[in-house]
């Protein structure tokens, strides 16, 4: 999945820049792409508001958004599921689980990707204390 990311705010752009990083790209090269005014003509349009036309509503946190950009992927690009990235398999593994194993299992690889990512930051920053 790539994803460019063009909101007037400068603070939700550079917010969904840091949250997004690693899938980032150009516009034109984008399979979606993040606004934060509504984009009608655009179906690979993503749009962030606080309006309940929204495909995300403000506020949200980083695992929000990224299983709300994996299910708006999935709809437009159905033939990607099965040759697409890990988190997009799965996914797709899961939707044959009834809907409370369905949100159980989706939060808790998130709570581990969470937990390794905050521990990965939390080594970086001992080691580059103890480099000094």
């Keep these: 999945m790539k994803v460019a990311v063009e909101c007037q705010s ?3 752009q550079k917010s969904l820049e840091i949250f997004l990083s690693r899938y980032l790209s150009s ?3 984008s399979d979606i792409i993040i606004r934060d005014e509504e984009c009608l003509e655009e179906g690979r349009c993503f749009y962030i508001a606080s309006s309940e036309k929204a495909d995300l509503l403000k506020p949200f946190s980083k695992s929000q958004l990224i299983l709300a950009l994996e299910k708006k992927y999935n709809a437009l690009y159905p033939q990607a599921s099965s040759t697409g ?3 997009v398999t799965e ?3 899961v939707k044959e689980m009834p809907q409370e194993a369905l949100d159980f299992s989706i939060l808790e690889k998130r709570i581990e990707y969470l937990t390794k990512e905050y521990q990965e930051n939390i080594l970086r920053a001992v080691k580059a204390f103890y480099e000094k």
């Design 85 to 87: 990235t890990t988190n």
């Design 10 to 12: 400068p603070l939700l």
């Design 27 to 29: 516009s034109k090269k």
């Design 91 to 93: 996914l797709n593994a």
